[in-house]
């Protein structure tokens, strides 16, 4: 590493900045955004730059740079015309005068460059490849700012506060374990959660001392299958997780994020393979939690469509566990967008409805006649077994024989199969295949699109 | 961060194929916070020469986007109809056609009150390339961060989305008699100009006027208001509390159920 990356306070220098096109504008603005003092020399001044003339930290000089201009020692020079041998020279007097030089059209000919910064002020994270490959840069920065939520911003500002609170409150000795304790506590998370108010609560306790510290649960949808379709709130949470419960419809792509110290439990929930029925789930959660743990609860889908999210939450509610719940895509939307078959369409559907088709003692309840609507898509969830009944029910009900309907196998998932076929001919073209869960239904006249939609 | 979840974001999984020039992804952005964009959404738009959007893909993500990317913004508030929707799905044939990586984004999920199935048809008409990505429904953001399952064992044991959005006419054209029947949660989109219609439609079919209801309006970001009620003083909710879209109506015994203390709201007030 030949680069010394430092953090420079905006104010200790006066910049020099020479140009006056897009590339010096952008330079203006970061100087401007730090609280530097700039001296701008250029002809011709770009817009960006003409709309911060009034700024008193800037100071325009509006002409062409000479090649013997002359710079105060102790000033940084950014150089940013497009005349090379223009740049060389100002870089060569810049130096004679003991200035530090940034040559934006030669990354070999810089004392100091700019990095790309990822600003949540006060915390900043700065990006660099040495001048290398600017793409490589744009490229870790984006990924970067995606795990940096803008709330990273009210987390530093509150451990800064903190930060003074501690020094008056705690020998110095002991500061280093608390700053170790908070972090590893909830209250980071619940600032990142926008729940500033329990944040204070919780660092309240642990500065008091009152080490019986509360657990946390986080009721995570992890999406219809694909782990590219997890959210990067979800993605944050399962991997900050001390332990985990997951079940069946879980990716195990997406159990690869879970921390490696973290405990992992299936929980089941195939069909007929509870490995833990419901209330020793909520039992286990509770329990986790109140060992005070950070404590995923990993779905498949989205945990309130069809996730027995609600009950879940009900239980820690009413054992005074705090928990959060993070949406995930649910089935629907994952297939209907990988099978190109929209859910509503102007021409076809105003509305959708989502039902279950579990089988209960052989057969499913629902209420056949309000599903019979020609302007309505309906989606079943979890009905393969019995989708023969489903599709007579429905056409007894009234629903047309011919009415298109579409089962996709393994949606959003690579080897995602659909077919589709009509209400009356499904039950006999599912006789004759071999069709793997987790499956869909969508009936309706939108599964038409499908032959021309389709993209997968 | 540990090593894992960086080789899956720093290197393309093999059959993650990188988005080509002439093509367009169509991509949901989710119903507002910044951390309920996927994975997939953001490592397309890294590849976008172009990103076209409207009004409901909020100011956080559009940070995300490199900086090099040309953003063109086709507005879709209603009454703000920046672009009519046939130009919207014209500009992404044009632009697809000269040979740039597109990215069109969307509020919510495509498919879902998105009218993604109409610019796809124009675009495969046009013999262009495209996927579609999925992105979180306002019904799901916007239920989960209220703290209101949108299915529940002993409450609503299916879920109906609907558009609220009226037709020239003034009325919707529903099937009122289905979304009164019990046992089920009742989502409206785009709704809340439209309350005294779905009030009135879902009374005289039947639905209790003491149904409960919430409202949500600009749901999952920090400006999020909920709002419940019941169904027959749903339309003076709206007018009394100056409720604006975008917001999301619920309605259903479902709302009854409070557990968004635990949830990330900033402000909360509950009418009635």
Redesign the interface.
């Given at each position: 590493m030949m680069n010394l990356p430092l953090v420079l306070r905006g104010s200790a220098r006066p910049f020099v900045l020479v140009g006056g096109g897009q590339v010096a504008a952008r330079k203006l603005l970061t100087l401007l955004k730090a609280g530097a003092q700039v001296q701008l020399i250029a002809p011709e001044l770009h817009a960006d730059i003409a709309a911060c003339a009034g700024n008193p930290l800037l100071s325009i000089e509006q002409r062409p740079a000479s090649l013997t201009e002359t710079f105060d020692s102790g000033s940084l020079v950014v150089l940013a015309t497009d005349n090379h041998a223009l740049n060389k020279q100002l870089a060569i007097n810049a130096r004679k005068a003991g200035c530090l030089v940034c040559r934006c059209d030669e990354t070999e000919d810089n004392d100091f460059i700019f990095p790309a910064v990822i600003d949540r002020s006060p915390l900043l994270v700065s990006i660099s490849t040495s001048g290398a490959s600017p793409a490589l840069t744009?490229?870790?920065r984006?990924?970067l700012?995606?795990?940096l939520?803008?709330e990273y911003r009210d987390l530093g500002a509150f451990a800064e506060r903190l930060r003074g609170q501690i020094k008056q409150q705690l020998a110095a000795p002991l500061r280093a374990g608390f700053w170790r304790r908070w972090i590893g506590s909830l209250a980071p998370e619940l600032i990142l959660?926008?729940?500033a108010e329990r944040a204070e609560a919780v660092t309240a306790e642990l500065l008091n001392g009152d080490v019986e510290e509360q657990g946390e649960v986080y009721l995570v949808?992890a999406?219809p299958g694909?782990?590219?379709?997890?959210?990067?709130?979800a993605?944050?949470l399962i991997?900050s997780a001390d332990v985990v419960f997951y079940d069946r419809l879980v990716n195990p792509l997406i159990l690869?994020?879970i921390?490696?110290q973290a405990e992992r439990f299936y929980v089941g929930k195939a069909k007929s393979d509870h490995a833990v029925p419901q209330e020793g789930i909520n039992q286990l959660l509770v329990d986790a939690a109140r060992s005070g743990k950070k404590v995923l609860r990993l779905k498949g889908g989205?945990?309130?469509?069809?996730?027995?999210?609600?009950?879940e939450?009900?239980e820690l509610?009413a054992a005074g566990i705090?928990?959060?719940?993070?949406?995930?895509?649910?089935a629907a939307?994952?297939c209907?967008?990988?099978a190109?078959?929209?859910?509503?369409?102007?021409d076809h559907a105003?509305?959708?409805?989502?039902?279950?088709g579990h089988l209960k003692n052989g057969t499913c309840d629902?209420?056949w006649?309000?599903?019979v609507?020609p302007?309505?898509t309906l989606v079943i969830y979890m009905g393969l077994s019995g989708l023969p009944h489903i599709c007579a029910q429905l056409m007894a009900a009234g629903m047309e024989k011919t009415t298109p309907v579409a089962l996709v196998e393994k949606g959003t998932l690579?080897d995602q199969k659909v077919h589709v076929s009509t209400l009356e001919d499904m039950p006999d073209y599912i006789a004759g295949r071999t069709i793997q869960a987790p499956t869909l239904t969508i009936v309706g006249s939108?599964v038409s699109?499908h032959e021309?939609?389709k993209?997968? | 961060m540990h090593p894992p979840i960086l080789n899956q974001m720093l290197s393309s999984v093999p059959d993650d194929s990188p988005l080509q020039p002439g093509e367009v992804a169509l991509i949901g952005a989710g119903p507002g916070d910044p951390g309920l964009l996927t994975v997939r959404a953001l490592r397309l738009l890294a590849q976008a020469d172009t990103v076209i959007y409207d009004r409901l893909v909020g100011a956080g993500i559009m940070a995300l986007l490199p900086p090099q990317c040309q953003t063109i913004y086709v507005g879709k508030a209603a009454g703000d109809h920046v672009l009519p929707q046939e130009e919207i799905n014209q500009l992404l044939v044009r632009l697809a056609r000269t040979g740039k990586r597109i990215v069109r984004l969307k509020g919510g999920d495509p498919y879902i009150f998105g009218r993604g199935g109409e610019e796809i048809e124009d675009l495969r008409h046009a013999g262009l390339s495209y996927r579609v990505i999925p992105g979180i429904t306002a019904a799901s953001g916007c239920a989960t961060y209220a703290g209101i399952p949108l299915t529940h064992r002993d409450h609503a044991q299916s879920c109906t989305l609907v558009t609220g959005h009226l037709k020239k006419d003034g009325e919707l054209d529903l099937n009122w008699q289905a979304l009164a029947q019990p046992g089920q949660t009742l989502v409206f989109y785009m709704g809340v100009n439209s309350t005294v219609v779905i009030t009135e439609n879902l009374t005289a079919a039947g639905l209790a006027a003491e149904t409960p209801v919430a409202v949500i309006e600009r749901g999952t970001t920090a400006q999020q208001r909920v709002l419940r009620s019941t169904l027959d003083d749903l339309p003076r909710l709206v007018a009394r509390e100056d409720i604006r879209p975008p917001s999301l109506l619920i309605i259903g015994s479902v709302t009854a159920l409070a557990y968004d203390e635990f949830q990330p709201v900033v402000q909360e007030s509950v009418a009635c």
């Open positions: 744009r490229h870790v984006q990924r700012e995606a795990f939520p803008q959660a926008r729940q949808g999406g694909d782990p590219d379709l997890l959210t990067f709130r993605l944050r991997q690869d994020f921390h490696p989205d945990p309130f469509i069809f996730g027995r999210g609600g009950e939450i009900e509610a705090p928990f959060q719940v993070v949406p995930g895509i649910t939307s994952g209907a967008a990988y190109g078959i929209p859910l509503t369409h102007r105003q509305s959708v409805r989502f039902v279950t629902l209420p006649q309000e599903l609507h302007g309505q690579p939108v699109l021309r939609l993209w997968r | -």
